[in-house]
């Protein structure tokens, strides 16, 4: 019971989360920034959706957040300004963006962390109740 807890407390932060980043960048609507260099890598190229929030900054702030909460691992934060860096270096976002981005990611992890220590019994009670009714059902 304790894995699959684990479990959803991870997974319930990063769906919540990539969905509120990629609604949030349709609501928002910026464009990414103008790559003015010839690069023999170009992964500008690749990225066909909006800037505004970093979708990677996103999930290098919940993943660094989650680790520290669940495991009191903080090495991952020193990781996020890493990423950050790398998604501005390419063009693919402002210093805004993922800024925006990482802290999206920290709240996601501290809030769905929250969430499912509240109500996990519930889950589980329902989860029993459904095991439970099944053989009555069929």
Same mark, same amino acid.
């Given at each position: 019971?304790?894995? @699959?807890?684990?479990?959803?407390? =991870? +997974?319930?932060? &990063? ?8 609604? #949030?960048?349709? $609501? @928002? *609507? ?24 970093? *979708?990677?900054?996103?999930? %290098? *702030?919940?993943?660094? %957040?989650?680790?520290? $909460? ?5 090495? +991952? $934060?020193? %990781? &996020? ?6 998604? /501005? ?5 402002? +210093?805004?963006?993922?800024? &925006?981005?990482?802290? $999206?990611?920290?709240? =996601? %992890?501290?809030?769905?962390? #929250? ?8 889950? &589980?009670?329902? /989860? ?5 009714? @099944?053989? /009555? /059902?069929?």
């Amino acid at each position: 019971s304790k894995g @699959i807890f684990t479990f959803f407390k =991870f +997974l319930l932060p &990063v769906l919540a989360g990539l969905k509120f980043v990629l609604l #949030t960048k349709k $609501i @928002i *609507g910026r464009p990414r920034p103008v790559d003015k260099f010839d690069r023999k890598y170009n992964f500008r190229s690749v990225e066909s959706n909006c800037s505004m929030p970093s *979708g990677d900054s996103f999930q %290098a *702030g919940l993943w660094a %957040a989650l680790l520290l $909460i669940n495991f009191g691992d903080n090495r +991952l $934060i020193y %990781a &996020v300004p890493f990423v950050m860096f790398g998604r /501005i270096y390419y063009y693919c976002h402002f +210093l805004s963006d993922t800024i &925006v981005g990482s802290v $999206i990611g920290y709240f =996601f %992890a501290f809030y769905g962390n #929250t969430l499912m220590l509240n109500y996990w019994s519930d889950i &589980v009670r329902g /989860i029993n109740f459904i095991n439970s009714i @099944i053989p /009555i /059902i069929f």
